[in-house]
């Protein structure tokens, strides 16, 4: 998302509508609340972020992930994001980011964003450039620096999977092991469910590893067939014991449904269609 895509007045002539919110029905029907990784309708909320954001709490999301273009936002558009999130009734509990927002030059911005917006954990989604058991060390390190620095806002950081962490290194350690092994417990492991298993990791037994650290998990399903063109629940991810290791032991705190591609009717047909195709999980 630009910044030219947020102005002000813009903002707040799209935000003026009757809020939607999630339907109480559905909100109470799982304990844990569902939401969205925004990336899933990006090209929607570069054009209309609000209108975006306005669309998919309709839908019944209860919950957004922001990823990181968010961090160029100034804390006035924050703070009307914040406003459109309470009209809606809808929360923002955690935000996508790169490996600047807990950087020493750098966390001072995302805390600021990140508080305005409600949001309580930095998640960093990529290490950069990083090689070798010793490289994934020193980027827990960060990852530990940056925890302790987040306590006193009453804030955690956090790491989120993709392929590579899941392949051994030369030593037969994956740097996900690295990971856990070598930073505090509050440090948040978000589960990217499909890339895990696309990697051909045991999803079920990672969660069991680190009890009370996967405090959210990206339900973004793949296919032997059709890799992640497949939409949520219909891939090879086993989903539901995924769910009943999360909320058993894994200390999750919600969901957020994510989809690289939209297919041929779009995004938010796609964000409707894979909301739809979890509901039916909870009957």
Known sequence: MTTSSLTRRAFLAAAGAAPFAASAAFAQSRKVPVGIEL??????????LPGTVRAVAKMGYQVVEFYSPYYSWTTEQAKDVRKLLDELGIKCLSTHNSPQAISADGIAKAVELNQIIGSKYIVVAS?????????????????????????????????????????????????????????????????????????????????????????????????????????????????????????????????????????????????????????????
């Open 127 to 283: 290490a950069g450039k990083t090689s070798g058991a010793d490289g994934w060390k020193t980027f827990a390190s960060n990852l530990a620096t940056a925890a302790e620095k987040l306590r006193e806002h009453k804030m955690a950081t956090g790491f989120h999977n993709h392929q590579v962490e899941w392949k051994p290194l030369e030593g037969g350690e994956r740097p996900m092991d690295i990971l856990a092994k070598n930073t505090p417990k509050d440090v948040v492991l978000q589960l990217d469910a499909g890339t895990a298993i696309e990697a051909g990791a045991d999803a079920v037994a990672w969660i069991k590893t680190n009890p009370g650290r996967i405090k959210s998990i990206h339900l973004k399903d793949w296919g032997k067939t059709g890799g992640y063109n497949v939409a949520f629940g219909e891939g090879d991810v086993p989903w539901k014991p995924i769910f009943d290791a999360a909320e058993s032991v894994g200390g999750v705190e919600y969901y957020l449904i994510e989809q690289e591609h939209a297919g041929p009717d779009g995004e938010l047909a796609m964000a409707q269609k894979c909301l739809d195709n979890y509901k039916k999980m909870l009957k």
């Open 39 to 48: 990336y899933s309708v990006r090209g929607d909320l570069v054009k209309d």
